[in-house]
């Protein structure tokens, strides 16, 4: 078992498991969109036997409201290995990497995925508050009339 930064050898197992949370993407996708990470932004894997099991997306950022910290954007387990541990080592070394760095870690989580608010707040994570995202979509407007 490793956890590493992700290599472009990863990205069809990246895409495959962003499609097992929800979010199917290509794997010309993944490769776009890492290529755009800025250097706060990092993709790291779990793997075990030459084979990716689960990825996470870690954010730093630095809020002028809250100041800094790390963000989990995005973590998911493949849905044939869960409940083996694998999130919770995944979780343990990004919350050992915060506790290195003397930062907050965070993580956001839809409402609808209680299995997943579960896993937090056993692994101490404390719930802080619920939000709604609101889309402005740039392909609905109306060209403008000059």
Request: net charge neutral.
């Amino acid at each position: 078992m490793s956890i590493r930064q992700a290599i472009p050898s990863d990205h069809a197992r990246i895409a495959l498991l962003s499609g097992q949370l929800g979010y199917p993407v290509t794997i010309e996708q993944v490769q776009q969109r890492i290529n755009k990470l800025g250097a706060h932004q990092q993709i790291w894997v779990y793997e075990q036997n030459a084979q990716v099991l689960a990825w996470l997306q870690l954010d730093r950022q630095y809020q002028l409201t809250s100041g800094e910290h790390l963000e989990i954007l995005a973590f998911v387990v493949d849905e044939a290995y869960r409940g083996q541990g694998i999130g919770q080592q995944l979780l343990d070394w990004v919350k050992q990497l915060a506790c290195q760095q003397s930062i907050e870690l965070r993580v956001r989580s839809q409402v609808k995925r209680e299995r997943a608010h579960q896993f937090y707040q056993q692994h101490g994570f404390s719930w802080q508050k619920s939000q709604h995202l609101f889309i402005y979509d740039v392909t609905d407007i109306p060209p403008s009339k000059s």
